[in-house]
């Protein structure tokens, strides 16, 4: 039977986030925090996996403890546990630190046959996570996939299609494998009421750093993380451009040797 992790993040709705501009900082107060959408069609695509080869899913996350939300979130969508990796020595972790963390959480809880996740997270949008847990894990790598085709357990390979930026590929990797997805084919479904009550009440395994075997300290958290963002800051928007239309050519590069006499 196969193994699954999905990896998801909680993120705030950037629809509504602002940015202070005196210190750079984004502005979280009241701003919901929602399952990160790319996140939701890995979830997605790890389901279909399930419904048509069996297997078992476990979601896992990193953050402060509101982010149990999201896996419920995913437990009521149709996962099967959750573990939430939460703990301030995590704090300020960029790309390389968090898939530190959860690497370490999860071979702790078995070997996974599939690990999927979303291309990008909508506060980060690095695109970093999938090629650093796939090297983590010593796992293939397929990304942008349209539709899996076919999954051989028995003899440990994967097929998919692969979006291309000039076309379609067909694709074929190692067990285990971790994938990313196009979303068209993989969109969420609403879940059923009874099992969103479910949700409400199942457990969800949480793990601080104290509780993940094997952790090394000077790899989480700020001192594990070699980015830093000294400052955030929005564009500074230039002048307002001019349209020129006056109606015929001849007129319309009258008025622009007009207004390139101006500026020069």
Known sequence: MLNILCCIKQV??????????????LIRAGVP???????ANALEAALQVK????????????????????????????ADKAVLLSDRAFANADTLATSYVIYMAAKNLGKFDLIFCGKESLDGATGQMAAQL????????????????????????ITAIRELENGKEVAQALLPCLITVEKQNFRPKLP????????RRAEILQFDSGGIPG?????????????????TYPPKLG????MIDCGNMKENLDQLMDVLAQVL
């Open 215 to 231: 952790l090394d300290f000077r790899r989480i958290g700020d001192p594990g993380s070699p980015t830093k963002v000294p400052r």
């Open 134 to 157: 796939a090297e983590r894990f010593d796992a293939g790598l397929l990304s942008s996939v349209l539709k899996i085709q076919d999954l051989d357990e028995e003899g440990g390979c």
């Open 12 to 25: 705030p709705d950037v629809d509504q986030v602002k940015m202070d501009p005196e210190t750079g900082s």
């Open 33 to 39: 925090a929602i399952l990160n959408p790319l996140d």
């Open 192 to 199: 059923s009421l009874k099992s969103w009550i479910a949700s």
């Open 51 to 78: 419904e048509r080869y069996g297997g078992t899913i476990c979601c896992v996350t990193m953050g402060p403890e509101q982010a149990a939300e999201a896996l419920r979130e995913c437990l009521a969508a149709g």
């Open 239 to 242: 002048e307002r451009g001019i």
